[in-house]
């Protein structure tokens, strides 16, 4: 191969279909197993067969572009359908509109720019506008706050790991615009207090978002199945928009989510023009340009093929597998779950943070479970989907054998991927945590062949959405010191 400035080109000529595919497969084959139920996360899976018909609907879509939403009549029709199935389900009425986006963060970004556009117009006072959330609520808030340049306020959970209503009103300001809150949180699968906070929104005349992504084609049925769910969707008065993802519980394919508005007198803040463009009027309701058809074809195929009573068929499976998980967790007496999770959303730790979950959780890792470490406290994320059921037996037996594992080695240090996230879970000064991560992209995204060093210097996060993540030049030394004592005196 000649050589290139990069350390690779694309081939000088292509390989055979048959070529590709192996080679795919080949790569492939050190992933992780996901079908076996390994990975607490990322992947909604039904079965092989709801796979073949998201694989086929989305293949015949794959080139359809809805960039343009006039140029095809069937996508602009599955579109509409689906909207209005997700209004249905959610309980919102005729007055209900929304758009279908790639994903829960593009829902999320859309709803905060939607409102800091409502904003400008009908709350000029709020010079340096904020949203004010829980903590627990997902970053894709914060995301959206940074890039779109505004404030953010994340506010502190409470014992429950709930968002505090009382904390939200009193954290309200002529600046503010939007609240927002989870239905559930993902971390612990929680419900935040969605009808109070609904209550504060409308004596402010603010807007409220139910972020429902994880939930929102999830809790419905768990609602159905006979469990007490309190109101969190369009029935609630003071909502004014849903994000629900369909490549989640809507077992869409990747790159689906619904964004509903309790009526049009938002989302009208939502489109975007633009009219001198010479390639003619550009005119867009999303932050895509370019969208495949496919999975738009595919989310509908899903929802059709599965049915009421699939979704409730499954869900029920689902449930009745996080109910035992639940339940053998529970009686482990060295665990205890966190919070009062809602859903098939499971966080648990140890009992006053002894032994270290972390060293559990690298001993499951060398059982070959994919483990969603967490922070706030310390603690593994489950989020229990069909293809887990099967899993669960060896799962506990694993999770029993790395907690005498870890007893045996009360002096083991956690390693690997905890030894990132326990480091960072232990770090006082955030800015800092930031200057690592952002170092281990830089090293992720450089060019191998070229000789990038990222830096060492220690810097706080520049046009940060979050005034608290700007650390002073003594945080870095501080860090070190506090983290060093907490080792001295054991602090988790
Ligand atoms: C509650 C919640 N909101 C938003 C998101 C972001 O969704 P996505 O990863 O599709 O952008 C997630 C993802 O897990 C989530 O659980």
Known sequence: MPPTKTGISIPETGKTHEEILAQL??????????????????????DEEHLALMNQ????????????????????????????????????DNETVGVITSGGTESIFQAVYTYREWARKHKPQARQPEIVVPISIHPAFEKAAHILGLKIKQLPTGDDLRAQPELIRKNITSNTILLAASA???????????????????????????????GGYMLPWVERLGNSIPPWDFRVKGVTSISADLHKFGYAAKGCSTLLYRSMDYMKYQFFIATDFPGGIYASATFQGSRSGGPIAAAWAALNALGKDGYLRIAKEIMEGTNRLKEEIGAIPELKILGEPIMNIISYTTQSSRPDIFVIADYMEEKGWMVDRQQFPNSIHLTVMRHHIQAIDTYMQDLRDAIQYAKDHPKATAKGNAALYGLMARIPFRGMVKTNVRKLFEEMYS??????????????????????????????PLNRILIGLGRLFGRK
């Open 25 to 46: 497969a080949q790569m492939r084959h050190s992933d992780v197993k996901w079908k076996d139920g390994r990975v607490w996360s990322l992947v909604y899976y039904v």
């Open 57 to 92: 609907a989305f293949k015949m879509y794959f080139s359809e572009n809805m960039l343009n939403p006039y140029a095809w009549d069937s996508l602009r029709h599955m579109e509409k359908e689906i909207k209005l199935m997700a209004g249905d389900l959610l309980n919102g």
């Open 184 to 214: 559930p949180s993902y971390p612990n699968g929680v419900l935040d207090p969605i009808e109070e906070i609904a209550e504060i929104a409308t004596e402010h005349g603010l807007p409220f978002h139910v972020d429902a992504c994880v």
């Open 447 to 476: 060019n191998p062949a070229g000789n990038y060093k990222s830096s060492d210097e220690e810097e706080g996060e520049v046009n940060s959405a979050n005034p608290a993540d700007n650390s002073p030049a003594w945080a870095g």
